[in-house]
């Protein structure tokens, strides 16, 4: 069984994924340090995305707003998630302990072509969700569409200005939480899982079963 309270801290992980992307953002601008602590904290984003997603969609599948379709849109989105928080910790955490040199190797080797394929999983994925959301209508639209752009600039960074990607960062953070934050106040039932109810036989007038 699911309660109200499990499904809350699904939201509650949408916003501090939220807070920590703005935080690496603001990083990466060089308005905090970046230092190996701060940098170690750079995967918890995706990590706690990951719940949040998980949370939205089931948010939506017991309003009955979520098809085949937006299932396997969920499932593109939490695969692609998933590569993002291993992008993250070798970009974050392994890169900056490797020679330049090195690190461009590997780039332009094996390891970037599997970042292209994650990046590109999780643009396919974060359009696909976002679609859920948008005809779900449990969130506001304008907030599921903003969510979606950001998040796709995200995706294409490599191919982006910094500025612009850093643009859809911010966004992203920020309708992310908007929507954690209505999933938060609006989630008051349970998701329960009920048994099959069995139906004990009983007897006739006749003592008959």
């Known amino acids: 069984m699911t309660t109200p309270a499990l499904l809350r801290l699904t939201a509650l992980a949408g916003i501090v994924s939220a807070v920590v992307l703005v935080f690496n953002f603001l990083r990466r601008a060089e308005v905090v340090?970046?230092?190996?602590?701060?940098?170690?904290?750079?995967?918890?984003?995706?990590?706690?995305?990951?719940?949040?997603v998980t949370g939205l969609f089931l948010?939506?599948?017991?309003?009955?707003?979520?098809?085949t379709a937006g299932t396997a849109g969920y499932a593109t989105n939490l695969?692609?998630?998933?590569?993002?928080?291993?992008?993250?910790?070798?970009a974050n955490v392994i890169f900056p302990r490797l020679d330049d040199a090195l690190v461009d190797e590997?780039?332009?080797?094996?390891?970037?072509?599997?970042?292209?394929?994650?990046?590109?999983?999780?643009?396919?994925?974060?359009?696909?969700f976002t679609g859920v959301?948008?005809?779900?209508?449990?969130?506001?639209?304008?907030?599921?569409?903003?969510?979606?752009?950001?998040?796709?600039?995200i995706a294409l960074r490599t191919l982006l200005p910094d500025a612009l990607v850093a643009a859809g960062g911010f966004a992203a953070a920020?309708?992310?939480?908007?929507?954690?934050?209505?999933y938060y106040r609006r989630v008051d039932t349970a998701l329960v899982v009920h048994a099959p109810t069995v139906q004990t036989a009983r007897p006739t007038e006749d003592g008959s079963l």
């Open 133 to 153: 959301l948008l005809r779900g209508g449990l969130v506001p639209r304008a907030a599921a569409a903003l969510y979606g752009a950001g998040f796709a600039l």
């Open 33 to 52: 340090p970046d230092v190996a602590a701060t940098q170690a904290l750079a995967p918890l984003s995706a990590t706690f995305g990951l719940i949040a």
């Open 79 to 90: 695969l692609g998630l998933t590569g993002i928080v291993g992008i993250e910790y070798i």
């Open 106 to 128: 590997l780039v332009a080797g094996s390891a970037g072509t599997v970042f292209m394929v994650i990046s590109v999983v999780f643009l396919l994925g974060v359009l696909a």
């Open 59 to 67: 948010w939506h599948r017991r309003e009955g707003r979520v098809g």
């Open 174 to 182: 920020a309708w992310l939480a908007v929507m954690s934050l209505t």
